[in-house]
């Protein structure tokens, strides 16, 4: 289990271990899912929204708006 401490502006580091894991780099958006009483953070890469796809009745054109906006951020490093 690895812990964190929240500071007063709600702001959490994720330890490096973690984020050489999932991958995370400076700029790297989450998703912050709700499941009961528990919260699960999740980095925000091609692999989730391939998962995600079409959850949303939006014929594709919110997985592709949010994949070019991911592909922007990227190339804006």
């Given amino acids: 289990m690895t ?13 490096s271990r973690l984020r050489a894991r999932f991958n995370m780099r400076k700029g790297t958006r989450v998703v912050i899912q709700e499941h ?3 919260m699960v953070l999740r980095p925000i ?4 929204l391939e998962k995600t796809a079409g959850i949303l ?3 594709g054109r919110l997985s592709a708006k949010i994949i070019n906006e991911h592909k922007k951020a990227r190339i804006e490093e």
């Fill in 45 to 48: 890469t091609r692999d989730f």
């Fill in 36 to 38: 009961g009483d528990e």
């Fill in 57 to 59: 009745a939006t014929k």
């Fill in 3 to 15: 812990m964190a401490t929240m500071t007063s502006k709600g702001q959490i580091v994720i330890p």
